[in-house]
């Protein structure tokens, strides 16, 4: 049983590059949820799925774009990466919304030149 | 966004001293949440509370959800060294019939053997 699971550890892109961060979990959890980490600032809601083929905007969508294609698996998206998206991303997933416990992975750090 | 304030931002302490930190907001929440995060890792659930005024403990650890909604309270008693790692409260409102949760920005805690 591991829990979320995140791919890659980490990354370097430059400007202008495209990438998918993988997330996957194996507690048959329904809602998935991806946040960036940036200092000083708490973590924030970038995207989240409520099941299988949905995916919803969280607090900070722009520039990103989700699926959820199989229940397990929730794919973060930078179709063209910005200095700005540089960051530590970490996916979650929960059994039934945010009423539940979020389980967190281990976090990507991506670093955009 | 709304944010919480947590604050001391960042503590050195010597192994065995009790260590507390606080969470606040400009605004009411219906749960508090405290997690801590190892260096590397996603953040952990620690401790979960549900009711202005509630305390709970978890081990050394003991939260309290502040009566005025707007706060909460972590102590840690007698610190090892592997509590070592930034601890995030969050918290949680009911919001039109969604549940949001909103993150702290840290305190980052450092024990001295």
């Known amino acids: 049983n591991a829990g979320v699971t995140q791919t890659p550890k980490f990354r370097v892109l430059k400007t202008g590059q495209s990438m998918t961060l993988l997330c996957a979990q194996d507690?048959?959890?329904?809602?998935m949820y991806w946040y960036r980490q940036d200092p000083g600032m708490g973590l924030r809601l970038i995207h989240y799925?409520?099941?299988?083929?949905?995916?919803a905007k969280g607090e900070v969508p722009d520039g990103y774009n989700v699926s959820r294609l199989k229940k397990q698996n929730f794919l973060l998206g930078l179709e063209s990466a910005a200095p700005s998206q540089t960051s530590v991303y970490f996916c979650?997933?929960?059994?039934?919304?945010?009423?539940?416990?979020?389980?967190f992975g281990p976090g990507t750090r991506l670093t955009v030149l | 966004g709304q944010q919480l304030n947590q604050s001391p931002q960042s503590m050195f302490i010597q192994e065995g001293e009790d260590v507390s930190m606080n969470c606040t907001s400009s605004?009411?929440?219906?749960?508090w949440l405290w997690y801590k995060q190892d260096p590397g890792e996603g953040p952990v659930l620690l401790i979960a509370?549900?009711?202005?005024?509630e305390l709970t403990s978890n081990g050394r650890l003991t939260a309290q959800f502040g009566i005025t909604r707007k706060d909460s309270f972590l102590n840690i008693s007698a610190s090892i060294p592997s509590d070592v790692g930034i601890y995030f409260c969050?918290?949680?409102?009911?919001?039109?019939?969604?549940?949001?949760?909103?993150f702290g920005t840290g305190t980052k805690l450092q024990v001295i053997p």
């Open positions: 969050a918290g949680k409102l009911n919001s039109g019939g969604y549940q949001k949760v909103t």
């Open positions: 979650a997933s929960s059994y039934a919304g945010l009423a539940d416990e979020q389980f």
């Open positions: 799925s409520v099941g299988e083929g949905t995916t």
């Open positions: 509370l549900y009711k202005a005024g």
């Open positions: 605004s009411i929440f219906n749960t």
């Open positions: 507690m048959n959890h329904e809602y």
